[in-house]
């Protein structure tokens, strides 16, 4: 069985950086296409971007292109988020995912596994 572990979340101002890791045990990330998606309060379940399983691929969503970069360290089983320039619509829960389809996937119904979510905040 699966399982992702999210962590790194926390109160941040506007402008400030984090870095999310997702944790993955069970199974190796290489075996799997990996994805960062979040949820505001109130809303739908976004796609944030992915990571291919060769870790040569990424696509991000438009809002955090050039702002957000997804890596994984295989040595340590582990998907990171990096987060820059952080601006308040960024406040959500962030969760980790992971499928087999074919890279790229944005949708959340293509993602087999997932993880509990790590809130972040952003105050402006």
């Known amino acids: 069985q699966v399982q992702l572990v999210e962590s790194g979340g926390g109160l941040v101002q506007a402008g400030g950086s984090l870095r999310l890791s997702c944790g993955v045990s069970?199974?190796?990330?290489?075996?799997?296409?990996m994805a960062w998606f979040r949820q505001a309060a109130g809303e739908e379940r976004e796609f944030v971007g992915t990571?291919?399983?060769?870790?040569?691929?990424?696509t991000y969503a438009d809002s955090v292109k050039g702002r957000f970069t997804i890596s994984r360290d295989y040595a340590k089983n582990t998907v990171y988020l990096q987060m820059y320039n952080l601006e308040a619509e960024d406040t959500a829960v962030y969760y980790c995912?992971?499928?087999?389809?074919?890279?790229?996937?944005?949708?959340?119904?293509?993602?087999?596994?997932w993880g509990q979510g790590t809130q972040v905040t952003v105050s402006s």
């Open positions: 995912a992971a499928c087999t389809r074919p890279y790229p996937r944005r949708s959340r119904d293509d993602y087999d596994y």
């Open positions: 069970g199974r190796t990330i290489g075996d799997y296409n």
């Open positions: 990571i291919s399983r060769s870790g040569f691929s990424t």
